[in-house]
């Protein structure tokens, strides 16, 4: 991946994939924030970033964040990141390499034809000069950048410049653009594909099976389990990353899971999955197999029986034809072509003769020639028997002893093996009075291994036996390798809508396990929850209480014309939650925003019942990521993901505002968090969907949001019972006039002392009380002790002689006095 930003805040991104062969070129995005660097990382997943000498600092800082620390010499940084996010090298690159120009010389000469057929057109496109520059025998650069014009944005010139160091020295490496908002666009900084670290640090690490994860604490991870193939998983993660804004496709993902979750079917299930687990992923086959791989054909004779058992196993479950999918794999799976593929590949490899020898071989009875070959070899110890059998007989008495064997080694040939003299390092026989001298090949394992003329003899005779077997079984394979690409983009497509099939399996297993329900999806600009429940908390507490969320945002264009809104419903579109500490209020708005996000990944949600509204964004203000490594403080991170919700909201986004303001002055903290409520509820038509919670209770007191009809108030009700380490919270309408900071101090262990004191002067600040005269009352106790300490006679008496000496009176009474006094203070 190739990114850049400029002072301005406008960004560039391109990544290239080369197991696909696809640049993708990012819209140009202007006004970016390091959280939109995140998300473009873990949508890109990239496992090298270029980055230009020149980038600025926050780009740099942003990239650099997880780094175990840069490398002088190679000017290179490894990332560390866990969960899907692998690590990635960042490599500042000089930056002449990402001049505008070179990359669209570079991008022109493409070959347009064999791009794929994009949904984004651009039907004008001219170079920078505004003039076609004619190229002899050629269509001209005019041309040339017209029809790059229809898949690209010539427009995204720092995707474009940035573009080139992507291709390959081929130029038919297809091209599209991509951007963000084509999909619900969500922060990166979530638990939606985060998982959590596990608390043992022995147990993180960068390794496939643990990946420094614990117990997959994230929604990515209580469905990434239950898929089986490779393309699967990969089109999970795409779902998840993807959140869809088509209604069409979130209600056939529904209707999909719906049909798969049936429990007549469980036993149809489970063969599934079972056969699932068998199927390997035909595209990065297919991409070995064109590269020379052999092993491949193994997997892909596996592939077709288990596809042909899969289909049969779709076409057995009744109702399957009114399911969209399982059409599209029937008509995608040619049982002829599979079978065939399947039947050429079983007739040429001999897969038991290929586990033992840990190569792909070819069944006997294929070729004739290999089939003598192997049967000369496989004859090869007899032959060396006799071999030995005669060389003796033509050596010295004395030397036939130290003569142990003849042998065949590959690339070496025949020779023969004499036993070592360890004084003087060489054989105790080395071909003495023979008419040619023997040729000292190697030593080992007490032997010497020599070359004699016998030796040369068979060689010339009967060659390299094994290699010959080698090189003719490379060729029958590669022959049979261009027998199967023959087929690969059916076999490619097969394996997609397989991948598919997994990926909604995983949806629905997980969606059973959990008990979720299949939400209502709508175009109306709305969010009705009814007994609505965090699908991560409710897994790590004994009980969980459900509720409720009304929410409806401005009025906005319908996505499709063919569909009417409906805004009439009597719902805010600004929802402001006030209550105690510990109660629940920033569960509330992350479990919302959850149920939203899932229900249009088309899964089914944790809720008694919901309507959701196409949702196109959620933004948050919800956690601030502090580290030392980050030039920034609390407050400013927040500020800035405030300012990015502003900037990017639009009627259906969905904003989650939490505690704006704590990390400065509290009248500062006020006046902003009112003025950011103010400012999303006058937008009018344009209002978005927010959930706030604050503890700013002066903003309510002060009546500072009067007026707002779109607005509304709720808390959380608890039971409060001071000498109760549990309590239940329910969302009610209404706000709520405290905090109990004091009540929540004492469960987290702060002394009763401590927790009284606070409680005696929150209640002096209630009754507006000068907190100053009312802290210097000093109580009749104190007062006492006082007056006699002011009329303690302090007067030195001469020193008595040592024998003499009584305690000194002085020192214990003033010890005394201090010690009364310290109590006196401790209980103030």
């Given at each position: 991946m190739a990114i850049d930003m400029q002072h301005n805040g406008d960004l560039g991104c391109a990544y290239y994939v080369a197991v696909d062969e696809v640049l993708h070129l990012l819209e140009d995005v202007a006004m970016a924030s390091t959280d939109l660097i995140e998300t473009l990382l873990l949508h890109s997943h990239p496992t090298t970033?270029?980055?230009?000498?020149?980038?600025?600092?926050?780009?740099?800082?942003?990239?650099?964040?997880?780094?175990?620390?840069?490398?002088?010499?190679?000017?290179?940084?490894?990332?560390?990141?866990?969960?899907?996010?692998?690590?990635?090298?960042?490599?500042?690159?000089?930056?002449?390499?990402?001049?505008?120009?070179?990359?669209?010389?570079?991008?022109?000469?493409?070959?347009?034809?064999?791009?794929?057929?994009?949904?984004?057109?651009?039907?004008?496109?001219?170079?920078?000069?505004?003039?076609?520059?004619?190229?002899?025998?050629?269509?001209?650069?005019?041309?040339?950048?017209?029809?790059?014009?229809?898949?690209?944005?010539?427009?995204?010139?720092?995707?474009?410049?940035?573009?080139?160091?992507?291709?390959?020295?081929?130029?038919?490496?297809?091209?599209?653009?991509?951007?963000?908002?084509?999909?619900?666009?969500?922060?990166?900084?979530?638990?939606?594909?985060?998982?959590?670290?596990?608390?043992?640090?022995?147990?993180?690490?960068?390794?496939?099976?643990?990946?420094?994860?614990?117990?997959?604490?994230?929604?990515?991870?209580?469905?990434?389990?239950?898929?089986?193939?490779?393309?699967?998983?990969a089109k999970l993660r795409q779902i998840f990353l993807r959140p869809s804004l088509d209604v069409d496709l979130i209600r056939s993902r529904q209707h999909a899971i719906a049909f798969l979750s049936q429990p007549s079917y469980a036993e149809s299930i489970g063969a599934l999955s079972k056969a699932l687990g068998k199927i390997g992923n035909m595209k990065s086959c297919m991409g070995l197999l064109r590269k020379g791989g052999r092993k491949v054909s193994v997997y892909n004779n596996r592939f077709a029986a288990y596809t042909l058992q899969i289909r049969d196993l779709i076409q057995g479950m009744p109702g399957a034809a009114e399911l969209g999918l399982a059409s599209k794999i029937t008509a995608t799976i040619d049982p002829v072509q599979v079978r065939h593929v399947g039947d050429i590949i079983t007739q040429t490899i001999d897969f038991e003769q290929s586990e033992e020898r840990g190569r792909t071989a070819v069944r006997h009875g294929v070729d004739v020639e290999l089939d003598e070959l192997k049967r000369s070899y496989d004859g090869m110890e007899h032959f060396l028997t006799r071999v030995l059998a005669s060389l003796r007989q033509q050596l010295p008495e004395w030397a036939r002893t130290y003569i142990q064997n003849c042998s065949f080694l590959p690339q070496l040939g025949f020779l023969t093996v004499v036993t070592l003299e360890p004084k003087t390092g060489k054989g105790c026989y080395d071909g003495e009075g023979s008419e040619e001298p023997w040729e000292c090949i190697f030593a080992a394992d007490g032997c010497v291994y020599y070359k004699n003329m016998q030796m040369r003899e068979m060689d010339a005779q009967f060659g390299d036996a094994y290699c010959m077997i080698i090189d003719r079984e490379i060729e029958i394979i590669h022959s049979l390798s261009v027998s199967v690409l023959e087929h690969e983009a059916s076999l490619v497509a097969i394996s997609e809508?397989?991948?598919?099939?997994?990926?909604?399996?995983?949806?629905?297993?997980?969606?059973?396990?959990?008990?979720?329900?299949?939400?209502?999806?709508?175009?109306?600009?709305?969010?009705?929850?009814?007994?609505?429940?965090?699908?991560?908390?409710?897994?790590?507490?004994?009980?969980?209480?459900?509720?409720?969320?009304?929410?409806?945002?401005?009025?906005?264009?319908?996505?499709?014309?063919?569909?009417?809104?409906?805004?009439?419903?009597?719902?805010?579109?600004?929802?402001?939650?006030?209550?105690?500490?510990?109660?629940?209020?920033?569960?509330?708005?992350?479990?919302?925003?959850?149920?939203?996000?899932?229900?249009?990944?088309?899964?089914?949600?944790?809720?008694?019942?919901?309507?959701?509204?196409?949702?196109?964004?959620?933004?948050?203000?919800?956690?601030?990521?502090?580290?030392v490594g980050r030039n920034e403080s609390a407050f400013s991170i927040d500020l800035r993901q405030v300012a990015f919700s502003i900037n990017f909201a639009t009627p259906r986004s969905l904003i989650l505002v939490d505690e704006f303001g704590k990390g400065t002055d509290s009248l500062d903290g006020i006046g902003l968090m009112t003025a950011l409520l103010d400012h999303f509820t006058s937008l009018g038509e344009q209002r978005p969907k927010v959930l706030a919670a604050t503890h700013f209770h002066e903003i309510f007191d002060s009546d500072f949001l009067h007026g707002h009809s779109n607005l509304a108030l709720a808390h959380m009700d608890i039971h409060l019972d001071l000498h109760a380490d549990i309590s239940e919270e329910q969302l009610v309408p209404g706000r709520s006039t405290s905090s109990f900071g004091s009540r929540c101090a004492a469960l987290n262990g702060i002394s009763d002392a401590i927790v009284a004191r606070a409680e005696e002067l929150v209640l002096l600040q209630a009754r507006d009380e000068d907190l100053e005269v009312a802290c210097s009352i000093l109580t009749e106790e104190e007062s006492h002790k006082l007056e006699m300490a002011e009329h303690l006679d302090l007067t030195p008496r001469p020193r008595e002689s040592t024998s003499a000496r009584q305690p000194d009176l002085y020192r214990n009474m003033l010890r005394q006095i201090f010690n009364d006094n310290t109590v006196g203070l401790s209980d103030a």
């Open positions: 970033i270029l980055l230009s000498a020149r980038a600025p600092e926050i780009l740099v800082q942003a990239l650099e964040r997880n780094s175990e620390g840069p490398d002088a010499a190679l000017g290179l940084w490894y990332c560390s990141k866990h969960s899907i996010r692998n690590a990635y090298i960042l490599r500042s690159m000089n930056s002449a390499d990402f001049h505008y120009e070179s990359a669209r010389e570079k991008l022109s000469k493409l070959d347009i034809d064999q791009l794929n057929q994009q949904s984004m057109h651009y039907a004008t496109v001219v170079d920078d000069d505004n003039h076609a520059i004619g190229e002899p025998g050629g269509e001209s650069h005019q041309g040339h950048m017209l029809r790059l014009g229809a898949t690209i944005n010539a427009e995204s010139k720092l995707a474009r410049r940035r573009s080139t160091q992507y291709l390959p020295d081929h130029t038919d490496a297809m091209i599209e653009m991509f951007s963000l908002f084509n999909s619900m666009f969500i922060n990166a900084d979530t638990i939606i594909m985060q998982p959590e670290f596990h608390p043992n640090s022995h147990q993180r690490g960068s390794g496939t099976s643990n990946a420094g994860s614990k117990e997959s604490l994230s929604i990515y991870g209580l469905f990434h389990r239950h898929a089986r193939t490779k393309q699967g998983r809508v397989l991948g598919e099939l997994d990926s909604m399996l995983a949806l629905a297993l997980g969606s059973c396990q959990q008990n979720w329900i299949r939400p209502q999806i709508t175009l109306d600009n709305v969010i009705e929850i009814q007994g609505g429940r965090h699908p991560l908390q409710e897994l790590v507490v004994p009980s969980f209480i459900a509720n409720d969320c009304y929410l409806a945002g401005g009025i906005d264009q319908p996505l499709s014309s063919s569909v009417e809104q409906h805004n009439e419903k009597d719902h805010p579109s600004t929802l402001v939650l006030t209550g105690p500490n510990h109660s629940g209020k920033s569960v509330y708005l992350k479990q919302v925003a959850l149920i939203v996000y899932l229900a249009q990944i088309g899964c089914y949600v944790p809720a008694e019942n919901a309507i959701i509204g196409i949702t196109d964004r959620i933004l948050t203000r919800v956690a601030t990521r502090e580290s």
